[in-house]
C-alpha cells in the first residue's frame, strides 16, 4: 500500500482507472465497487483524493475530540483511507497536492453548508487553504500529469454538480474535466464516468429499508417520495452499471474503515432491491444499491474491456437492469 500522502510508485502502469475524488470516504461511497471490480480483475487502479477531510463532520463520542481540530482529523482520515483502499483491493493513491510539481500549500477541505434538502453549498466565508480557492489549472495541471503517465482506459468522478452540491466535489469535477482537457488527445482518450443513480432502484432501495432492521435508535429512514441528490437522474441517463453483490462484502469493509464518517453499516441478504443500508453523520439511513451507476460522459465505451461485473446498461419500463459487454 502506498503510504498515505505520498505520491504512489506504480503510476508506471498504464490503462485501468483512475478515479478522482475530494474527501477520503467518497472513493468508497462514490466508486467503491467500481474500483473493487477493477482492482479484483487485477487491472491497475488508481485514486486521486483533493483533500484530507480536514473540515468533516465526526460520528461517534469516541472519536469527537477530532472535530475541528484540522491536522489530527487529516492524519486519522488519511489512516481510514488507507485501510478503505486495502478493503477495495486497490494499491495506488496519492493525494492532488503531492503529485508533481508539489504544491508547496495543502490543499484542504473548503467546508459546506445544507442549502436544502440532499443538496450543499460553500459557507459565507471560505476558509484558507480552501481546495476551492486553488486555481482551476493549477490543481488540473498535477492531474494531467499524472494522467499523461498512467494512460488508463477509464477516469471517473463526480457529475457536474458534485451528487449532491458539496463545493469540494464540484471543484474536483472541474479540475478532472480541465486536466482531460489538458491531457488527452489523438494518441489516448480515455472513457469518462460521471457517477449516477437510476431514480426508480434508489427509490425502491429506500422503501426496502422499512422492511429491515430494526435499526438503531436515532436514524431517520430515507424517505422513498423525498427530495433526492443530484446524482439520482432518470434511469435512462445511467449508462454503465456495476453490480454491487459480488463485491458487496469489499465495500462494507471499506465504509467501516471510514469510522469517523459512516455509521450503521449493515448487509443485507435475501432483498434484490438492496445490499446493504448505512448513515453518516446526519443519521440519515440510506441504501446500499444493488447497482452502482454511471453516465457515460467521454470516450468509447466499446474500446473498454470491461471487467466483471461491470455492464454497460439500458433499462426498461420497469426499471430493471438489461445489460451488455
Do not use: C, K
Not at 505520491?7 to 482507472?17: E, H, R
Not at 477493477?38 to 463520542?61: D, K, W
Not at 440532499?118 to 500529469?145: K, N
Amino acid at each position: 500500500m502506498t503510504p498515505p500522502g505520498a505520491v504512489a510508485s506504480s503510476q508506471d502502469a498504464t490503462g485501468g482507472l483512475v478515479a478522482v475524488h475530494a474527501h477520503p470516504d467518497d472513493e468508497t461511497l462514490a466508486t467503491g465497487a467500481l474500483l473493487a471490480a477493477f482492482a479484483g480483475a487485477g487491472l491497475p487502479v488508481t485514486v486521486v483524493t483533493a483533500t484530507r477531510g480536514e473540515r468533516g463532520e465526526v460520528i461517534g463520542e469516541r472519536l469527537a475530540h477530532l472535530e475541528g481540530d484540522g491536522p489530527a482529523l487529516a492524519a486519522r482520515r488519511e489512516t481510514e483511507l488507507a485501510a478503505a483502499l486495502a478493503a477495495l483491493g486497490v494499491a495506488d493513491q496519492a493525494f492532488l497536492d503531492r503529485l508533481a510539481p508539489v504544491s508547496l500549500r495543502r490543499y484542504e477541505d473548503s467546508g459546506m453548508v445544507w442549502t436544502g434538502s440532499a443538496r450543499a453549498g460553500l459557507g459565507s466565508e471560505v476558509p484558507a487553504g480552501a481546495f476551492v480557492g486553488v486555481p482551476l489549472d493549477e490543481a488540473a495541471e498535477r492531474l494531467a500529469g499524472l494522467l499523461r503517465r498512467r494512460r488508463p482506459d477509464v477516469v471517473a468522478t463526480y457529475d457536474p454538480e458534485g451528487g449532491y452540491g458539496h463545493p469540494d466535489h464540484v471543484r474536483t469535477h472541474q479540475v478532472t474535466m480541465r486536466a482531460l482537457e489538458l491531457a488527452t488527445g489523438p494518441a489516448w482518450s480515455p472513457v469518462v464516468l460521471w457517477r449516477r443513480a437510476g431514480r426508480t432502484e434508489t427509490a425502491a432501495a429506500a422503501a426496502a429499508l422499512e422492511v429491515h432492521g430494526p435499526w438503531s435508535d436515532g436514524l431517520t429512514l430515507t424517505d422513498p417520495a423525498g427530495a433526492t441528490a443530484a446524482l439520482v437522474v432518470t434511469d435512462d441517463a445511467v449508462h454503465l452499471a456495476v453490480d454491487a453483490r459480488p463485491v458487496r462484502d469489499q465495500v462494507v469493509g471499506a465504509l467501516r474503515a471510514h469510522a469517523t464518517q459512516v455509521q450503521a453499516v449493515t448487509p443485507i441478504d435475501g432483498d434484490p432491491r438492496l445490499v446493504g443500508a448505512f448513515a453518516l453523520s446526519n443519521r440519515l439511513l440510506q441504501p446500499l444499491l444493488p447497482h452502482e451507476g454511471y453516465e457515460l460522459a467521454g470516450g468509447d465505451p466499446g474500446a473498454v474491456e470491461w471487467p466483471e461485473p461491470v455492464r454497460r446498461r439500458r433499462t426498461g419500463s420497469d426499471g430493471a437492469p438489461s445489460t451488455r459487454r
